[in-house]
């Protein structure tokens, strides 16, 4: 008897999984979002978005020519990170600043020979637009380091010793080459896979309400715990899908680095897929609108994963309560996980932490969802 019953159970949930996956494959905007989405956004991001300055436009103003002045200029025009226009006053240069012509201006001054090597004056003037603070700390420091590598050439050219206070000698560990692209796409997978979960489970209850069918599924024998089921393996399935495809482009497309192990990156998406599908399913069990579902999953799943989960904005900069509230975003702890694989590797302090909060936040959406779904009509 009871074998007879564990069977039927087996069919009613096949049946139902079958009967979703013919929704999805009816529906072209599921199959979009699943595979065509993750593409769209990546490309965008991986080649629209960076927080590297590259071919900057600086201006250049020379007081004075001299082989000294020519030696330093040449840096910049050697330089990837600048795009060097001169001018010929100070005062062009800050009208070119001020029409945002250039973003940052390298003024040589008329004594710019004779106090190269005196810490006691300042041989060369630089202002920079400070609007974006982020980009003029960068073009900044890159202008810094074209003056800091030549004035070492040039004192070694004169056979004396540069005096600094203090002589650095640095590494970078994890991301060598310093490309934001390989700090983004990882975080930016994170994301889309909220997006999938989240935005296309918000609405497959509600759907069913909208349409009547839910009606006719209440009547049948069908348990709570297989309707449940029916809706979360076949949008599992998809998203998973929808992640081989970013992993792919993230390696083969944008070129960055994975030092993981794929098993490990299966895991954890496995996990952070359910967190997603879960608050996608409370959402719709609780709103019995696609609209209103759709607007409430936009809110509560894809801003927060794009804004306070570390994809962008660093969690450590944040005020106290803020960063309090990232714990909430399952997000978080995903994005953690997929940088960590990509540019460091298998790190298990890191991985096991944040595996076992997304395990905590799934097993507790579904515990809500088993307790909000009703199988009665209301």
């Known amino acids: 008897m009871a074998n007879r019953d564990t069977g039927k159970n087996r069919m009613r949930l096949s049946g139902l999984i079958k009967k979703e996956a013919y929704q999805i494959i009816r529906d072209p905007s599921a199959i979009g979002i699943a595979f065509l989405l993750p593409v769209i956004l990546l490309l965008i991001f991986g080649y629209g978005v960076s927080l590297d300055a590259e071919h900057v436009p600086v201006g250049?103003?020379?007081?004075?020519?001299?082989?000294?002045?020519?030696q330093f200029i040449s840096g910049f025009y050697r330089s990837e990170y600048f795009d060097p226009k001169i001018f010929p006053s100070i005062q062009e240069a800050e009208r070119a600043l001020m029409h945002r012509e250039v973003v940052g201006i390298v003024w040589t001054r008329s004594n710019f020979a004779r106090t190269l090597l005196n810490t006691s004056d300042a041989p060369i003037g630089v202002i920079v637009n400070g609007v974006d603070a982020n980009q003029a700390r960068i073009i900044e420091g890159y202008i810094m380091g074209v003056w800091i590598n030549w004035l070492h050439?040039?004192?070694?050219?004169?056979?004396?010793?540069?005096?600094?206070?203090?002589?650095?000698?640095?590494?970078?560990?994890f991301n060598s080459a310093v490309r934001s692209r390989n700090f983004l796409v990882p975080g930016l997978i994170a994301v889309i896979m909220t997006l999938i979960g989240g935005m296309l489970t918000?609405?497959?209850?509600?759907?069913?309400?909208?349409r009547g069918t839910m009606e006719a599924l209440l009547v049948t024998p069908v348990r709570k715990r297989e309707i449940i089921l029916g809706k979360t393996i076949p949008y599992f399935v998809l998203g998973m899908g929808g992640m081989a495809i970013s992993v792919a482009m993230a390696i083969w497309?944008?070129?960055v680095p994975f030092r993981g192990s794929f098993w490990a990156l299966s895991l954890s998406s496995g996990l952070f897929m359910l967190t997603a599908i879960g608050l996608g399913l409370i959402i719709s069990v609780t709103a019995e609108s696609q609209f209103v579902a759709g607007q409430i999953a936009i809110v509560i799943t894809f801003l927060p994963a794009f804004m306070l989960s570390g994809f962008v904005f660093d969690i450590g900069s944040m005020p106290g309560p803020i960063q309090a509230v990232t714990h909430l975003v399952s997000a978080r702890y995903f994005v953690s996980i997929l940088q960590t694989l990509f540019l460091?590797?298998?790190?298990?302090?890191?991985f096991i932490i944040n595996c076992l909060w997304l395990?905590?936040?799934?097993?507790?959406?579904?515990?809500?969802?088993?307790?909000?779904?009703?199988?009665?009509?209301?």
């Open 202 to 210: 918000s609405m497959v209850v509600a759907r069913e309400w909208e």
């Open 359 to 378: 395990a905590g936040m799934a097993l507790f959406f579904f515990v809500v969802i088993r307790k909000k779904f009703k199988k009665r009509l209301q």
């Open 60 to 70: 250049l103003v020379i007081e004075k020519q001299g082989p000294e002045v020519s």
């Open 153 to 173: 050439q040039y004192a070694r050219s004169k056979g004396v010793a540069l005096q600094v206070p203090v002589n650095v000698k640095y590494r970078i560990w």
């Open 344 to 350: 460091c590797g298998d790190i298990w302090p890191i």
């Open 253 to 255: 497309v944008f070129n």
